[in-house]
């Protein structure tokens, strides 16, 4: 094999330093691609976890309005049953309050002719 036409024995150093040069390019190139997937592989895991907590953040409010609704929907019954017996009592008193009253104009119609 002549010198020419061996290519371990072309190389100067010129081609050496090219050829490493071009190694490291590429090795940081993949380097770079894979931090770039690393990083959007974190980015989509965050956007995930904020997306979980708004999620988590939904339910506890709406578990917590329902709650405050259900409290005031037993508050307004309870009143509403109160009412109901105290109107009852109110009806109870204007019966013999009725009949006081008739007993009442009676005495008067008899005192003022």
Known sequence: MTKANNPLENNTPLDFVEKTIETYRQKLEEELENEKKRLLKE???AFNRLNLMEKNSIEKVEQE???KELAIKMRVSE???QLHSQLNEVMKTLK???RV???VEEIV???VP
């Open 109 to 111: 119609e008899e005192i």
């Open 79 to 81: 009143r509403e049953k």
């Open 101 to 103: 009253a008739r007993i």
């Open 43 to 45: 980015k989509g895991e």
């Open 96 to 98: 013999t309050s009725g």
């Open 65 to 67: 309005w329902y709650e």
